[in-house]
């Protein structure tokens, strides 16, 4: 019996404090919708969840605070509230959350896109492009690729046109960018005008993209990760294995046609990185800079 009152008593203390904590917590927080046990606010948060945004904004202002499951999200919704948010405090709030399907293969450790300003690598990554790579002169040299694909296109819809052939305009162009880009990074088409690469690649990249923007549990329930209760840890692995896979077979080549032929294209530079003391790539980090350099621009294409 004293035992069972002095496990009752202890747990009345700790909930008391666990009490007392949030409220003090959540009094410093912006306004927002109720949240209960467990799930928070996401029973407010609809398929369509901009909308429902939108919605609640207009319930408890441009900057609310949401429960989504165990996270605590502050949501910003008027072009004021952004600017000073992403102006006047952009160091606080430069970080971002790692959604889980990017931690798949430590993606979120060797891309600019998920590591932190504050980190020295992402300093260094930053440093290395704007300095290699964004440069006015390396712009100009790609300008002649750039003409050379555009010609081809032009040719290709000729010859389709003389002969009467149906013509998949959304294929075509989206193989004279993906090769615009690919002969930037590696000096080589991915695919031909009328190849299906293009259209498979282009499927793969919606595969990653639709995984990583998809509501996952996991994000919001911690917990959860390790059961992968929706698949989308192992769909991820599928994809991403596949994305290594392609650009693992690229360097290779490279390495093995380097003493022979160089092209210093951004391969080559990145390369070249590795045997350097001051800020060394490994080549894992030559693949995910490859990956994001060709896959993002394609991303922005399809929408």
């Known amino acids: 019996m004293e035992y069972l009152t002095i496990t009752l008593w202890f747990s009345l203390v700790w909930a008391f404090l666990q009490v007392v904590i949030y409220a003090r917590f959540t009094s410093k927080l912006p306004p927002g919708p109720i949240s209960v046990p467990v799930i928070g606010s996401l029973f407010k948060v609809g398929s369509k969840t901009h909308e429902s945004l939108a919605e609640l904004a207009k319930t408890y ?27 006047k405090h952009d ?22 896109a998920w590591l932190p300003s504050t980190d020295r690598e992402w300093r260094n990554l930053r440093k290395f ?21 555009v010609k081809d296109l032009i040719g290709y819809l000729r010859e389709r046109s003389r002969s009467r052939r149906v013509i998949n305009i959304g294929q075509i162009v989206y ?5 615009m880009i690919s002969n930037t990074m590696f000096s080589m088409d991915l695919a031909q005008l009328d190849s299906d690469f293009a259209h498979e690649f282009k499927a793969l990249v919606r595969d990653i993209m639709e995984e990583v923007g998809s509501s996952n549990l996991s994000d919001y329930f911690p917990l959860l990760r390790p059961f992968d209760p929706q698949g989308i840890r192992r769909r991820m692995t599928i994809n991403l294995g596949r994305m290594d896979k392609l650009f693992d077979t690229i360097i290779d080549k490279r390495l093995q046609s ?27 980090d030559i693949k995910a800079l490859l990956e994001v350099c060709t896959v993002v621009p394609l991303i922005f294409i399809a929408w």
């Open 91 to 112: 160091q606080p709030f430069s970080a971002r959350t790692i959604p889980d399907a990017v931690r798949i293969l430590n993606h979120h450790k060797l891309s600019m």
């Open 61 to 87: 202002g441009p900057l609310m605070t949401l429960q989504l499951g165990s996270v605590t999200t502050i949501v910003v919704s008027s072009a004021n509230m952004a600017k000073e948010v992403l102006q």
């Open 258 to 284: 380097r003493q022979q032929n160089a092209t210093y294209d951004l391969l080559d530079v990145l390369l070249q990185q590795t045997q350097e003391n001051a800020f060394k790539l490994s080549h894992l």
């Open 129 to 149: 492009f704007t300095s290699q790579m964004f440069t006015t002169q390396r712009l100009n040299d790609n300008e002649t690729v750039r003409l050379q694909k």
């Open 175 to 179: 193989s004279t960018i993906l090769n």
